[in-house]
């Protein structure tokens, strides 16, 4: 079955500790996002990713990094330069095709982060 | 300027009756994509339906439809015999042309009652 996974579900993170959200698609999708959202908040962009090799600083990029190194395959560190990382994080997949407009974006189940 | 507003932070619905759910939101893109998604409370984000800002049509799938007013730039949910089984947030989403990305409202929780 075609989709996005993303683990771990539930992850702790200790003081000054970097830790490495993963997400994964096998829908052959160009673009991938990171989402940020706290409790009873809408979401905000972290990162996203057009094409493999490149991204770009969403709307509360600080304290986080990514890479795409594959087209599959984007995860998220979370760094000790993130002060307030407990969250429930989603990363996304679209197409990128003409009009863009039109490009619905999917979902993984997300992960919960919380501090120790 | 909020891109997208749902200003319903709460709703409750009978089961079996239709709700809706309001949304407007701000662009001067002539093109640009309109999306409802479902978030339970496991969390996951459930694609529901989208309209294109030249759909001539109201975007229909199964009991959810799209009541798409372009001068008023608003898009809203009706989930038509509502079950148990929607109680969750719903999220209206907005994605321009000249942008790669999706700009989410704040939600709103529906609950349905037996």
């Known amino acids: 079955d075609g989709g996005i996974t993303q683990s771990p579900k539930y992850l702790f993170r200790k003081e000054g500790q970097n830790v490495t959200l993963s997400c994964e698609q096998n829908l052959n999708h160009d673009a991938m996002y990171w989402y940020r959202q706290d409790p009873g908040q809408g979401l905000r962009l972290i990162y996203y990713s057009q094409i493999v090799n490149d991204f770009q600083k969403g709307d509360i990029a600080e304290g986080y990094s990514v890479s795409r190194e594959k087209k599959e395959s984007f995860p998220l560190t979370v760094t000790s330069a993130q002060k307030n990382p407990t969250a429930f994080y989603l990363c996304?997949?679209?197409?990128?095709?003409?009009?863009?407009?039109?490009?619905?974006?999917?979902f993984g189940a997300g992960t919960r982060l919380s501090v120790l | 300027a909020q891109k997208i507003t749902q200003t319903q932070p709460g709703m409750f619905v009978q089961e079996k009756e239709a709700v809706t759910l309001d949304c407007t939101y701000d662009?001067?893109?002539?093109?640009?994509?309109l999306f409802w998604y479902k978030q339970p409370s496991s969390g996951e984000m459930i694609f529901l339906i989208y309209q294109g800002s030249y759909d001539q049509q109201n975007a229909t799938e199964g009991r959810y439809s799209l009541n798409f007013q372009k001068a008023r730039k608003s898009a809203n949910l009706v989930i038509s015999a509502s079950q148990l089984g929607d109680s969750a947030m719903y999220f209206c989403?907005?994605?321009?042309?000249?942008?790669?990305?999706?700009?989410f409202g704040s939600g709103t929780k529906l609950n349905v009652k037996p």
């Open positions: 989403a907005m994605r321009e042309e000249d942008f790669n990305k999706f700009y």
């Open positions: 996304a997949s679209s197409t990128l095709r003409t009009p863009l407009a039109k490009n619905i974006q999917y």
């Open positions: 662009t001067s893109d002539p093109s640009y994509g």
